[in-house]
């Protein structure tokens, strides 16, 4: 998969619909690029790996959104950013949204007295940071490259983020899918492992979360004191870890990085904070099938354990 090309498609449609994206990741696809998919979690059926992989990881880079407020259906490729962030040796911009042969040339040739990367990582866009001791600097890259600039984008992203709570009794409560043909599986908070189950086990149990797929379709029903709830899929986990009391973040002070169960992916705007501490994607470890998240600071892995309801190891 060519995610260069997919990202400059993106950006000259600006937005589109979910089929409209299917259709360009088919056409930009060949059996020889699936290597090219970057491994952020446990392997999984070709048709999440091919589409929801892409959303997902585009979505982490802050490069679109997808099913967002006024893209219900679809996507729209975000406007392009600089976004900055605290780093041990000064101040990091990374290069978010909507790209174009001459905007890079232009950031380039502007910002060629700062210290540039160009990363390339497998199944995403190039990685573009820039570095400066003085967050100033950046700032001024991006208005004479005529783009946004977001100074502390990670902490401005969690700041505006509810907790991982339970919804209130009070909340509209919701009801399983109908029909034949779903797939349902159970979230085992033990093993942090989805299994197998019916509905009949769905009905009845007094407390777990349900995953009901339906080719593309994915919804999710948490169970709480005998009450159905139809809840994003990352919030729901962690309001179930809470209540089994399990503790599965690790921080590590000295390398800086933040890594939790691949089963366990953070609700998607959390993720996007953690990500655009260091504008790389989570990499994925399949021995220990764990996500790690690169040049998080203390302050914010504390803040992301709280949002998460976490305690840090």
């Not at 962030?85 to 042969?101: I, K």
């Not at 984008?153 to 034949?180: V, Y």
């Not at 800086?256 to 996007?272: D, I, V």
Request: charged share 25%; net charge positive; with cysteine.
């Amino acid at each position: 998969m060519k995610a260069n090309e997919l990202l400059l498609w993106m950006s000259a449609r600006r937005e589109g619909s979910w089929q409209q994206f299917r259709a360009a990741v088919e056409e930009l696809h060949s059996p020889e690029d699936g290597s090219e998919l970057n491994d952020t979690g446990p392997p999984t059926s070709d048709e999440f790996r091919r589409y929801q992989r892409f959303r997902l990881d585009f979505g982490s880079l802050g490069h679109a959104e997808f099913f967002a407020r006024e893209c219900e259906n679809g996507w729209r490729i975000a406007p392009p950013t600089l976004a900055a962030h605290p780093v041990p040796n000064g101040f990091r911009a990374v290069l978010c949204g909507a790209r174009s042969p001459a905007l890079l040339d232009r950031l380039l040739r502007t910002g060629e007295q700062l210290a540039v990367e160009v990363c390339s990582v497998r199944g995403v866009p190039d990685i573009v940071r820039f570095t400066a001791p003085e967050i100033g600097s950046l700032e001024s890259l991006a208005i004479q490259s005529s783009i946004r600039f977001q100074p502390d984008a990670p902490l401005a992203i969690l700041s505006h983020l509810p907790p991982c709570d339970p919804p209130p009794r009070q909340h509209p409560q919701s009801e399983f899918p109908e029909g034949a043909g779903w797939r349902i599986r159970e979230f085992d908070p033990s093993s942090v492992r989805w299994r197998a189950s019916e509905r009949q086990r769905a009905c009845i149990a007094p407390a777990g979360l349900f995953e009901f797929q339906l080719y593309d379709q994915w919804r999710y029903f948490l169970r709480r004191g005998g009450r159905t709830y139809k809840m994003p899929r990352a919030i729901a986990v962690y309001v179930l870890l809470r209540r089994h009391r399990r503790r599965l973040l690790r921080y590590d002070s000295e390398t800086r990085t933040l890594s939790l169960p691949g089963a366990c992916r953070p609700p998607r705007l959390l993720e996007r904070g953690l990500v655009l501490c260091s504008g790389l994607p989570p990499t994925f470890d399949p021995a220990t099938s764990r996500l790690t998240y690169a040049d998080i600071s203390p302050d914010i892995a504390r803040f992301a354990a709280e949002l998460l309801r976490q305690p840090l190891a």
